[in-house]
């Protein structure tokens, strides 16, 4: 049997598509591929938070939260979340992928609604979100990534009375680098009756008043909804939050099979992002920074006629289209010390091959001026560009 698999490898291979994991001790001078954007992951007060919750209460949860896992730590987070996010409940997860599989399965499970859903889904939306409504077996209608006329459009031809209607969608793109016009889809999910999904992974602690995501900058009341967020990027850890009322709380609980039969989040990640979330307000200068530095790095590229896609994130993808050129720039810039994420089909589509440049608080003009010349000079030369 193991030839079936080995196969499959062997035709990625052809493709130059197979995945292997990066070498780990790479001299890197200066990493633009880190999703920590803050900073927050080595930060003293974020570890120490880590350290004292395992010798307080040990290195593991000890099961699932339905049974010997649960904590006050990891309850009083949860209240402090559900503040933040303006919601009256909130649960944790260990993984946005956990949480977002194993909640929109749920959500859209025919066996607890009346009549079979249809999903309204943003084409770009992540793995987790396909996956999720794939295992529920709901059907879907795409529609462009943050084309609300399109998704006018869409409703309006397949949206009926009879049937439960979700939008799933994510409010800052960590690939296409945008951000979701969220009053819009607020004012569409009340017009055509729909529950709003929505995934804050790239949005939690670098957007709203208080840094803590886009959801917090409307009023989502109107519309029956659950938003999505990580800890694994500006929070710097590990394990996934959804903020919700307490219905949507209690039927998790009671529904969702990837919270119920799963081991609750081990105390030391818990207090990680407990810490490192309580700390998010106060870093506005911090937030000021990485913006402006992404806004000097699409300069320097836009100046010199390169193709740099979004705007108003801390994400800087440079569209190159084709597989081995971004393979090779990505290459070259490694071995100056500079390392940033090649993004390839399937988790981009075909012919938009990027690399994936991810500002975070610790750069300064000094090393994006570095990466924007680097990037400059090989674009300039044939010899990279295969
Ligand atoms: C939009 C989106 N949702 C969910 C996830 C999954 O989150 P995690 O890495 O915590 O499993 C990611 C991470 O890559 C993401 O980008």
């Known amino acids: 049997m193991y030839h079936f698999y080995d196969q499959y490898c062997v035709e990625q291979a052809a493709k130059s598509r197979l995945r292997a994991l990066p070498q780990v001790d790479l001299p890197v001078s200066l990493d633009f591929s880190s999703n920590d954007y803050l900073g927050l992951a080595t930060h003293p007060d974020v570890v120490n938070a880590a350290i004292?919750?395992?010798?307080?209460c040990g290195a593991g949860s000890t099961g699932s939260r339905l049974l010997s896992g649960n904590y006050s730590l990891i309850e009083s987070f949860e209240r402090q979340i559900a503040q933040s996010k303006h919601t009256e409940a909130a649960l944790i997860f260990s993984s946005g992928y956990q949480a977002n599989m194993t909640v929109l399965a749920s959500l859209l499970s025919q066996r607890v609604l009346p009549a079979a859903p249809i999903v309204f889904f943003d084409r770009l939306n992540h793995s987790s979100l396909y996956n999720a409504m794939f295992l529920s077996g709901a059907e879907y209608v795409l529609f462009e990534r943050n084309d609300m006329a399109d998704l006018r459009r869409q409703l309006q031809k397949?949206?009926?009375?009879?049937?439960?209607?979700?939008?799933v969608t994510e409010t800052v793109h960590g690939m296409e680098a945008d951000l979701l016009p969220i009053a819009d889809v607020v004012?569409?999910?009340?017009?055509?009756?729909?529950?709003?999904?929505?995934?804050?992974?790239?949005?939690?602690?670098?957007?709203?008043?208080?840094?803590?995501?886009?959801?917090?900058?409307?009023?989502?009341?109107?519309v029956p909804h659950m938003v999505m967020g990580t800890f694994s990027k500006a929070i710097g850890g590990a394990g996934a939050y959804i903020a919700c009322n307490t219905i949507m709380q209690q039927f998790m609980l009671?529904?969702?099979?990837?919270?119920?039969?799963?081991?609750?989040?081990?105390?030391?990640?818990?207090?990680?992002?407990?810490?490192a979330w309580s700390m998010v307000p106060a870093l506005a200068a911090q937030r000021q920074q990485v913006f402006a530095m992404a806004d000097l790095l699409r300069q320097l590229l836009r100046a010199r006629g390169i193709t740099v896609m979004g705007d108003g994130t801390n994400i800087v993808p440079v569209c190159l289209g084709d597989e081995s050129d971004t393979l090779a720039l990505k290459k070259v810039l490694l071995e100056e010390g500079m390392m940033v994420s090649a993004i390839r089909p399937p988790t981009v589509p075909t012919g938009t091959s990027r690399l994936r440049i991810a500002i975070n608080a610790l750069h300064d003009s000094d090393s994006v001026n570095q990466l924007a010349q680097a990037i400059v000079q090989h674009l300039s030369r044939p010899a990279t560009r295969g």
Request: glycine fraction near 6%; aromatic fraction near 12%; include cysteine.
């Open 254 to 275: 009671n529904r969702t099979a990837g919270f119920i039969y799963s081991t609750a989040p081990s105390p030391m990640s818990v207090a990680a992002a407990a810490k």
């Open 158 to 167: 397949y949206r009926v009375a009879s049937r439960p209607a979700f939008i």
């Open 187 to 222: 004012d569409i999910a009340a017009s055509y009756n729909c529950f709003l999904y929505l995934d804050e992974a790239h949005a939690t602690g670098l957007y709203g008043p208080q840094g803590y995501g886009l959801s917090t900058t409307v009023d989502l009341s109107p």
């Open 52 to 56: 004292e919750a395992a010798r307080q």
